[in-house]
């Protein structure tokens, strides 16, 4: 099948560019202004922008958390991703200490496979160190799973800066990359246990307990870890001036340092935890919490100049029954918002309509660097013969009000409720198959595939 998308505009992250596009089978075969060739069928996107697939390279579907598991699986979480434009999921493979890791992958894999609408892969998560761990890294790379995370914070999920260092040295030595989580979890607890201890149990208590410098004072210690360890990081969701200026001295030193943030941090502010209404505060909880509104100005600019290298959503999403096993105890809420469904409207309406960010740089942010970021590139990220044909076509004049009661996650409630977009997603194309138009999944078999990814390209 030969598909000629005729009228469009083009995005890459070097820019825009007026030109049809030809797809053959799942891949793109030609790309230019007057397109000739023959094709099966032709859609006419005149006055649309064509991006390459979206890439979401950190979600948690069905993922344990707090006594409760998520309301999202990969059924639910990719079809809702596909219906936003994202073809490309990495998502993160938890094995429990005392686990394996291959345990941890042959679980999501039976998790996903078979029932993922867009394309994924998998991150794996490293929460203990010791030989056998050690021992089966380079089976990881051999699987396609060639980038890793770290915490420090969560007790279950956390290793010490000593075996941080160890296994940093080994990644490295392997040409992995490995994304942590940054979160002073002393300080947090001593804070957690004052607030209790003074009775404040609400949600207003979760940002005031992981304030931004103690998310600063963690990047700051990764990244001299990082630095002795001689091995390139990636700091996930980061939220603040202070934790990005870290970053800043850490590539004045040298080091090769990669950030994300998220659309929480670019579009909410701290307010929504203050709100009298218990289960509207809660619904915000999330780590590291969402910070105060000066924030927000600061990572955009930071975007803008290239010194955030990609925005993911961190989806984790909880019903607000779920959110409730929290509603005596903040430090209960199990932790975490939904964004796969929404994060390419938003940040074209936020970013690009509003000229904070280019196009091309909202290309980079959520395509091509994210690619090159977690070895997907040229395959993945980018618009041009021999990748594969991912296409979210989006209609500028398609505006239309956020409300979760249109959203097809399995939560029931949006972040991002009343938010006005400018414009819209008309449709998605997944390997060269219309997967999505005006918002409805065209097919309830989920069509994803595992992408076994090689070694950073960025």
Known sequence: MRTLLKGGTVVSGAGMKRADLLVDGEKVAALGRNLRQEADRVVDVSGCVLFPGLIDAHTHFDLDVAGTTTADDFYSGSRAALRGGTTTVIDFACPNKGESLHHGLDLWHQKADGRTFCDYGFHMTIDDWNESIRAELPDMFAKGVSSFKMYMTYPAMMVGDRDMYWALKELKSLGGICGVHCENAGVIDGMIAERKNAGELSPASHPLTRPPYLEAEAVSRLLRIAQAADCPVVIVHLTNREALKEVEHARQRGQ??????????????????????????????????????????????????????????????????????????????????????????????????????????????????????????????VLKPGSDADIVVYDPGASHVIRADDCIANVDYNPYEGFVTAGGIRQVWLRGNLAVENGRVLTETPQGRFMARGKCSL
Not at 313 to 318: G, K, W
Not at 321 to 345: M, N
Not at 366 to 378: Q, V
């Open 256 to 381: 090769k340092v990669y950030v994300e943030t998220c659309p929480q941090y670019l579009l909410l502010d701290e307010s929504v935890y203050f709100n009298e209404d218990w289960s509207q505060a809660a619904r915000y909880v999330c780590a590291p919490p969402i910070r105060e509104k000066a924030e927000q100005g600061y990572l955009w600019k930071a975007l803008k100049r290239g010194e955030i290298q990609t925005i993911s959503t961190d989806h984790c999403s909880f019903t607000l029954a779920q959110k409730e096993l929290g509603q005596e105890d903040f430090t209960k809420i199990p932790g975490g918002l939904p964004g796969v469904e929404t994060r390419g409207e938003l940040i074209w309406s936020y970013g690009v309509a509003k000229k904070r960010i280019t196009a091309a740089g909202m290309c980079r942010a959520l395509c091509e660097n994210p690619a090159r970021l977690y070895g997907l590139f040229p395959r993945k990220g």
